[in-house]
């Protein structure tokens, strides 16, 4: 009870001398992972990467998304050789407070999608647990560490036993919007009979300061927004699948260009995908032979144009829209098994080639935080599916960048003598 009571203390004295320094700031960023496997998926240990997005709802209590993958080795490979890893979890953190370093204790809900193919072709539903430190770089980021395990209950896959995974991680993180040091102090309102008094006498009251703007500092935007040219680039995971694999998660890297108006803005991009493996599809040869996985690429790019929203008028505020996309598969090979003759396998390469490329619909939805003319930003992508493409179904991407204002895209007038 004492220590309780001793930590409470040390937390109130704490708050008393922060201030708020990062309540209701947006954090981002990406980390490296270092993952050991339950034995029991008999998995050797793997590095990855991912990305996180947390919210400060005050100084000590924030909600968190993050998302990692990898790509671990089997010890016993047999069919495959390798799978994927894929880690989502929601966190409730809990912050020691300050502005130097911070400890903290995270717990919530993951899901862990365990692989695209047999045996690892299943997903578990888990829980999780962590201890982290954060080291600030000044105000607006910092180093991260931590350490978590998951833990899902007895399942019906593999062996059925409880399942035990541990991860590391290191990272950077961004820290926008909210907090802020010490709060304005109030000045103290002159009383009625000394303002009444002072007026008779021929002097002046000091004007009443503005009542300030409702909700925290980071809703207050800049009024320059409008009508700029803005350069950015993001980067993120492009989610999809074929005939025949089983959805895959591909990094993604790009640049676009936006150019506002008053609520909306024209959105241009130029993206590629670089994939970790070359992902397959089955086309029916010649002679109708279904020979599986006969068709694989290994790259995609694709070309996006569009309008965007930004309605709230906000420095920290959601925006969508949609348009138009071309997607192109890059260094499209085929293997013709039955085929006799090098026409036949020209004929099997010509299907492939022409199932390369299609035109897309898109839907965009994110989060924009400005800070001057730079903006950092978030969203999700989702396309539309096209018939005889090599991708089947609809394509899926979440992405984070960077964009930044070069000035206006509006000439104004001028006088020439």
């Not at 220590?3 to 954090?27: D, K, N, S, T």
């Not at 979890?89 to 407070?97: A, D, E, M, Q, Y």
């Not at 309102?189 to 009251?205: F, M, N, T, Y």
């Not at 920290?316 to 085929?339: D, K, T």
């Amino acid at each position: 009870m004492r220590a309780v009571i001793a930590i409470g203390v040390l937390m109130a004295g704490v708050a008393g001398r922060l201030a708020a320094q990062h309540a209701h700031q947006f954090e981002f960023g990406g980390y490296g992972t270092f993952t050991r496997y339950d034995r029991a998926f008999a998995l050797k240990d793997q590095i990855g990467g991912g990305g996180r997005i947390g919210f400060y709802l005050n100084e000590y209590i924030g909600l968190e998304v993050d998302g990692n993958v990898s790509y671990p080795k089997l010890k016993n490979p047999g069919t495959i050789d390798h799978t994927q890893m894929r880690f989502g979890s929601v966190s409730l953190v809990i912050n020691s407070g300050g502005d130097k370093s911070q400890l903290y204790l995270l717990g919530g809900y993951s899901r862990l999608d365990m692989g695209v193919n047999a045996p690892y072709n299943f997903a578990l539903h888990a829980v999780h647990g962590g201890i982290g430190e954060k080291l600030f770089i000044g105000s607006h980021m910092a180093l991260r560490f931590e350490a978590r395990a998951y833990y899902a209950p007895k399942n019906c896959c593999l062996t059925g036993q409880n399942v035990f995974h541990a991860q590391g991680s290191a990272g950077l993180s961004f820290f926008l919007g909210g907090g802020g040091g010490v709060p304005e102090q109030k000045v103290p309102e002159i009383p009625k009979a000394k303002r009444d008094s002072i007026l008779a006498a021929g002097g002046q009251v000091p004007p009443t300061p503005p009542k300030p703007r409702g909700g925290p500092t980071y809703e207050q935007r800049a009024s320059d927004w409008q009508h700029k040219w803005y350069w950015g680039a993001q980067g993120g995971i492009f989610m999809f699948r074929t005939n025949f694999d089983s959805y895959s998660f591909e990094p993604t890297f790009g640049g676009h260009w936006l150019i506002t108006g008053k609520r909306t803005a024209l959105y241009a991009s130029y993206e590629q995908s670089f994939f970790i493996n070359p992902r397959h599809v089955t086309i029916v040869e010649p002679d109708g032979t279904v020979n599986p996985g006969n068709v694989q690429f290994n790259n995609l790019r694709r070309i996006m144009v569009g309008v965007l929203a930004f309605p709230a008028q906000l420095r920290v505020e959601p925006f969508g829209g949609g348009g138009f996309a071309i997607m192109e598969a890059l260094n499209v090979e085929a293997s013709c098994a039955s085929c006799t003759s090098a026409g036949q396998l020209g004929q099997l390469q010509d299907e492939a080639d022409n199932a390369a490329t299609k035109a897309f619909f898109w839907l965009m939805g994110g989060v924009d935080i400005k800070q001057g003319r730079l903006a950092l930003y978030g969203h999700y992508i989702l396309t539309s599916a096209a018939a005889s493409f090599l991708i089947q179904g609809t394509t899926h991407t979440i992405q984070g960048g960077i964009r930044y204002s070069f000035g206006s895209s509006k000439e104004g007038v001028t006088d020439r003598q």
